[in-house]
């Protein structure tokens, strides 16, 4: 007569164990991912055309010279924390375009206030800080392209391990000046 709680008898009893064991997995993991989907649906829609767009409002309202993948990274990221990015993108090219603007200083007095503002000001703001938002958690997309860094990069090296600077291992710190004696 088998014995029913035997590890060698019923292959029922040991499926049921591996297959509750498989199920909490899948179920464990599928709640890990899902606060993965919106950022996943939200690049998904983040096309081309609004990578262009995005790379255009910026040299309009930042005149550097910007790196094409740090934008392309920082504008998917804005369409995730805002889904109505490109309508507002769109909205700043318009205002732009009825003022031929070249520069900023041409069609930024003509945004009105509002979303179309807050949109132009995040985005420089992502271009000059590195980062979309400025939440504890926040992506770094451009600390060594960020803009604020640009201008003392001669004199100044951002937080790293190398102090020559991002991937710095080999170049010497630049020298400081002669130290006043007392």
């Not at 910007?66 to 920082?74: A, H, M, N, S, T």
């Not at 945004?111 to 590195?130: F, M, R």
Request: glycine share 6%; charged share 20%.
């Amino acid at each position: 007569m088998p014995d029913r709680y035997r590890d060698d008898c019923p292959t029922a009893f040991s499926l049921a164990r591996r297959e509750l064991l498989l199920g909490g997995l899948s179920l464990a993991g599928g709640f890990a991912a899902l606060p993965m989907l919106p950022p996943v649906a939200a690049a998904a829609s983040w096309s081309q055309q609004s990578e262009a767009q995005f790379m255009e409002i910026s040299s309009l309202l930042i005149q550097h010279r910007l790196d094409e993948q740090v934008g392309k990274r920082i504008g998917a990221a804005m369409s995730t924390l805002n889904p109505s990015l490109s309508e507002q993108m769109a909205g700043l090219l318009a205002i732009a375009k009825n003022k031929n603007a070249r520069i900023v200083e041409d069609f930024f007095p003509d945004v009105p206030e509002g979303p179309l503002k807050e949109t132009a000001l995040a985005i420089i703001s992502a271009w000059y800080l590195g980062v979309v938002s400025d939440a504890p958690d926040a992506e770094v997309f451009a600390l060594e392209y960020a803009l604020m860094y640009g201008p003392t990069k001669d004199v100044m090296t951002i937080p790293s391990y190398a102090i020559s600077g991002p991937n710095g291992w080999t170049s010497d710190a630049p020298p400081l000046d002669h130290m006043p004696e007392f």
